[in-house]
């Protein structure tokens, strides 16, 4: 809806490199020409971004952290992106993720971007909360935004099921503090686990892991591949995101985390 609002054919969106693939295909749909900004190490660069904007520039996305390479801006770097960009660009913070973020130098856009005419945050019940097949999220933004946001809203919008449930949801603290802590445990326990075979990833953030294969003795396809065949799917990066040897992990629940760890175990014995 935002690139509904904000974007006519030929404007420019800009995304960094490896961003959530959802952003292209919206300004897409509406005709926007959208602008990759290289990224450092699989990281947001604030000055890559500054550097492809154009007179069409109209929004920046980012999602911090970002599915699927896990690194995200800390509150400075996410400030000063804001500072330096033209007051009439729009900055989009999809806070997806921020429910789990431990990091001490990480804010939530929503934390950092109050009261701001020119900064859109997007939550999602889709995560933390668990309802990600209800559809159901929300967004903080401008009054003016907003009510221009409900011009264009189409009558039949978030149904009433996933509203009910989103609301139940947000009672229940004791699952939400439970699952973060169960993610930060699990997440710190396969990272340590998987550099026994040369597998790297990012730092713990949100609730996946970034696996980087190029020091380890199997490729990231032929990991893939065996895991399958135990009935575990990673995600590969390789054709959406254009990431080559790497895949991404989803941390899953003890029973399943467990389960990788042994097949991981067996794959490596052979
Ligand atoms: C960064 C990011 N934003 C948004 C979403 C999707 O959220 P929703 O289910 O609310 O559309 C995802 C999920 O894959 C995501 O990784």
Request: proline fraction near 2%.
């Amino acid at each position: 809806m935002l690139c509904q609002l904000f974007l006519k054919p030929k404007d420019e969106v800009i995304l960094p490199q490896f961003s959530f693939l959802m952003y292209r295909i919206y300004a897409k749909i509406v005709g926007a020409k959208v602008v990759f900004a290289k990224e450092k190490n699989f990281k947001v660069s604030v000055s890559e971004i500054i550097k492809k904007v154009s007179n069409k520039t109209k929004i920046v996305f980012l999602a911090n952290p970002n599915n699927p390479t896990g690194t995200y801006l800390n509150s400075f770097e996410l400030t000063d992106l804001r500072k330096r960009l033209r007051k009439n660009i729009l900055l989009v913070v999809d806070d997806a993720y921020a429910e789990y973020m431990q990091n001490r130098d990480y804010k939530s856009g929503l934390d950092l971007f109050k009261n701001k005419q020119n900064v859109f945050i997007l939550r999602t019940f889709s995560k933390i909360y668990g309802l990600s097949s209800l559809r159901i999220g929300w967004g903080y933004g401008s009054k003016k935004i907003i009510d221009a946001l409900n011009v264009i809203k189409p009558p039949f919008n978030v149904n009433e099921v996933a509203q009910k449930a989103a609301i139940e949801s947000l009672k229940d603290k004791k699952f939400i503090s439970r699952s973060v802590k169960h993610n930060h445990i699990y997440a710190t326990k396969l990272k340590n686990f998987l550099s026994n075979y040369d597998i790297s990833s990012n730092k713990v953030s949100a609730n996946f892991l970034l696996l980087n294969f190029n020091k380890c003795k199997l490729r990231a396809n032929s990991f893939y591949e065996k895991l399958k065949k135990k009935g575990i799917i990673l995600r590969s990066t390789e054709e959406g995101y254009k990431i080559k040897n790497m895949l991404r992990l989803t941390i899953g629940s003890k029973e399943e985390n467990m389960k990788f760890i042994k097949a991981t175990q067996n794959i490596f014995r052979k």
